[in-house]
């Protein structure tokens, strides 16, 4: 049964993001640092009257880029809303989750991540689990 993902581009990476998973897609203003929160953590950002967590989604799957993505996926996880940066969002389609077959090949942290494939054209795209790049969260790294 096909579902709605949404495509964006995370650390150069195509992945798909089960709709459920989206609240709303933004471009985020000024971040605020907070101090001693985990490294994944960009900081805190108001965003229509409500405060968010920034979270560095590159940095929580290991990629250690000077990434400067200011377009991010609002998700809510355990009633708290994230803004999970992404490099670039791409389209919302439907398609059918398929499960991560032997041969993809994924460090640990795309691992803890992923949750299947979808096919695109053709092309295998991760299907990811936002909570999972969460810190802190059951999961998360």
Same mark, same amino acid.
């Given at each position: 049964m096909s579902h709605?993902?949404? @495509?964006a581009q995370v650390a150069g990476r195509a992945v798909a993001i089960d709709s459920d998973q989206?609240?709303?897609v933004v471009d985020i203003g000024e971040v605020t640092a907070v101090p001693? *929160?985990?490294k994944h953590v960009r900081g805190l950002a108001a965003l229509r009257s409500r405060v968010v967590t920034v979270v560095d989604t590159q940095s929580a799957l290991g990629?250690?880029?000077a990434s400067e993505a200011r377009r991010a996926v609002i998700t809510r996880v355990d009633g708290h809303h994230y803004a999970m940066l992404v490099d670039a969002l791409d389209d919302v *389609?439907?398609?059918d989750l398929l499960p991560l077959g032997g041969g993809v090949a994924l460090d640990a942290a795309w691992r803890g991540a992923g949750r299947g494939i979808v096919e695109r054209d053709g092309e295998? @795209?991760?299907a990811i689990d936002l909570a999972a790049l969460v810190p802190g969260h059951a999961g998360s790294n």
């Open positions: 709605l993902y949404l @495509i989206v609240e709303s001693r *929160a985990s990629v250690e880029t *389609a439907p398609f295998p @795209i991760l």
